[in-house]
């Protein structure tokens, strides 16, 4: 992985100008811009790209310099998630790692939760002390709601507050039936839907392990917003000031989960016009199936949060995407219902789906590929391009599922053909 860079931004997306130089310095006719999704610190995301960016040097055309660039941002993964590509660098073909281990925080979890809302440690000590406590009583379940909600830093965090127009459902809505819609969601993950008529929160540890899941659904509301402002705000305006500093030189986004999310929303901030983002591949990401739809299929009046951004890219958008990743089939659909819809929390449709999870959806001209097509005949030269990515991202176990398995060579020769870069 060199020639390398960090382009490093804080929460609000501002940037540390020493990463723009530094890439501004790199000799490559091609730069590889990869955006981390939910890795807690720093040698975690150097792991996942260092991983990621192996296979490169043998993938490309004589001609082509390649350099690297790891976009860095303020996220958080719980430690008690195993990520099978970084935990099996030796053993590709292993079983992933087993299921989170129950409800409680372990110190790595807190320390982590700790650094991502730093002033609120009395807060933390009380959540920690509720999930290994696990309590019967529903006033301790509605303490445990109203600590998450100041935590996600929600507004009307008062007793008996109603909900705010704007504050997601997973928030304002009743915590016992949050937590178990939560934990039949946990149960789906780890073996399939429940049985007709029953829940897997009918017992206190599933609900309290339902708990655990609204807190980690809590870091994830604020990651979204995060990526989103880094994105747009950061890594968008550094790459435009970027190409004009090496005019020619030609940039290759890509994005984990909400790293995905970072690299299509830094497409707001590129100008009309501009040629100097070359292609766009998203594994497993985090956000809207919908989101370069010109309409929405249930509400013709709207259209989604990058409607017709792909055009800002002067190559195609790719959007690989897996059946086997649970994070975004079970836990990404349901925190969306939960965001939009109050009256029922279980039971979701197309609505709520993520790009990582079915691909580009409601995009007309949009090309669906399996992987064996995408490697054997390339992939189209612009616009919206779907590979299913099953065959490769399938490891992980429970709640995530696959989400993290994207560190593959398959994967690298799909960002080459996207990027016109192969031999």
């Given at each position: 992985?060199?020639p390398?860079a960090?382009?490093?931004?804080d929460a609000?997306?501002d940037p540390d100008?020493?990463?723009?130089?530094a890439?501004?310095g790199?000799?490559?006719?091609d730069l590889?811009?990869?955006a981390h999704g939910?890795n807690?610190d720093r040698s975690?995301?150097?792991?996942?790209f260092?991983r990621?960016?192996?296979?490169?040097?043998?993938?490309v055309r004589?001609g082509v310099?390649?350099?690297y660039a790891g976009?860095?941002?303020?996220?958080?993964?719980f430690p008690d998630?195993?990520i099978?590509?970084?935990e099996?660098?030796?053993a590709?073909d292993a079983p992933?790692p087993?299921?989170?281990?129950?409800?409680?925080l372990d110190f790595?979890?807190?320390?982590?939760?700790?650094?991502?809302?730093?002033?609120?440690g009395?807060q933390?000590?009380r959540v920690?002390?509720?999930l290994?406590?696990?309590?019967?009583?529903?006033?301790?379940?509605?303490e445990?709601?109203l600590?998450?909600?100041?935590?996600a830093?929600?507004?009307g965090t008062?007793?008996g507050?109603?909900?705010d127009?704007?504050?997601?459902a997973?928030?304002a809505?009743?915590v016992r039936?949050?937590?178990?819609a939560?934990?039949?969601?946990?149960?789906?993950?780890?073996?399939?839907?429940?049985?007709?008529?029953?829940s897997?929160a009918?017992?206190?540890?599933?609900?309290?392990?339902g708990?655990?899941?609204l807190l980690?659904?809590a870091?994830?509301?604020?990651?979204?917003k995060?990526?989103?402002?880094?994105?747009?705000r950061g890594?968008?305006?550094?790459l435009t000031e970027?190409a004009?500093?090496?005019?020619?030189?030609?940039?290759?986004?890509?994005?984990?989960?909400?790293g995905?999310?970072?690299?299509a929303f830094?497409?707001r901030?590129?100008p009309?016009?501009a040629?100097?983002?070359?292609s766009?591949t998203?594994?497993?990401?985090?956000?809207?199936?919908y989101?370069f739809?010109?309409?929405?299929?249930?509400?013709?009046?709207?259209g989604?949060a990058?409607?017709?951004l792909?055009r800002?890219v002067?190559?195609?958008?790719?959007?690989c995407h897996?059946?086997h990743d649970?994070?975004?089939?079970?836990?990404?659909?349901?925190?969306s219902r939960m965001a939009?819809d109050?009256?029922?929390?279980?039971g979701?449709?197309?609505?709520?789906g993520?790009?990582g999870h079915?691909?580009?959806q409601?995009?007309?001209g949009a090309?669906r590929?399996t992987?064996?097509?995408a490697?054997?005949?390339?992939v189209?030269?612009s616009g919206?391009v779907?590979?299913d990515?099953a065959s490769?991202?399938?490891?992980g176990?429970?709640p995530?599922g696959?989400h993290?398995?994207?560190?593959?060579?398959e994967?690298?020769r799909?960002?080459?053909a996207a990027g016109?870069?192969?031999?």
């Open positions: 992985m060199s390398y960090e382009l490093v931004f609000q997306g100008p020493g990463g723009l130089r890439a501004a790199i000799d490559a006719t590889l811009v990869f939910w807690s975690t995301s150097v792991r996942l260092e990621f960016y192996a296979p490169f040097p043998g993938l004589p310099r390649l350099g976009v860095v941002w303020p996220s958080i993964r998630e195993p099978p590509d970084f099996s660098l030796i590709p992933g087993g299921p989170a281990a129950g409800s409680a790595a979890a807190r320390r982590a939760l700790a650094g991502f809302w730093p002033g609120h009395a933390l000590d920690a002390e509720l290994a406590a696990r309590p019967e009583s529903e006033e301790a379940l509605a445990f709601g600590l998450v909600r100041q935590l830093g929600v507004a008062g007793a507050d109603a909900p127009r704007g504050v997601p997973i928030f809505g009743d039936e949050v937590c178990r939560l934990a039949d969601g946990l149960a789906e993950a780890a073996a399939g839907p429940p049985a007709p008529g029953l897997a009918g017992d206190r540890r599933a609900l309290w392990d708990a655990k899941e980690r659904q870091t994830y509301y604020e990651m979204k995060r990526a989103g402002a880094v994105g747009e890594l968008g305006p550094a970027l004009a500093r090496r005019p020619g030189l030609r940039i290759h986004l890509i994005g984990h989960s909400f995905a999310r970072v690299a830094s497409l901030a590129v009309a016009g040629r100097h983002v070359k766009l998203l594994l497993q990401g985090a956000f809207s199936h989101a739809a010109d309409r929405l299929p249930h509400d013709t009046r709207r989604g990058l409607r017709g792909q800002r002067d190559g195609p958008v790719v959007a897996s059946k649970a994070a975004l089939r079970v836990f990404y659909p349901l925190a939009g109050s009256a029922g929390l279980l979701f449709d197309a609505r709520w993520a790009i079915g691909g580009v409601a995009v007309p090309v590929l992987l064996a097509a490697l054997r005949s390339g189209p030269a919206c779907s590979v990515a490769v991202v399938r490891r176990g429970p995530a696959a993290s398995d994207v560190c593959h060579a994967l690298a799909v960002v080459v016109r870069m192969g031999r």
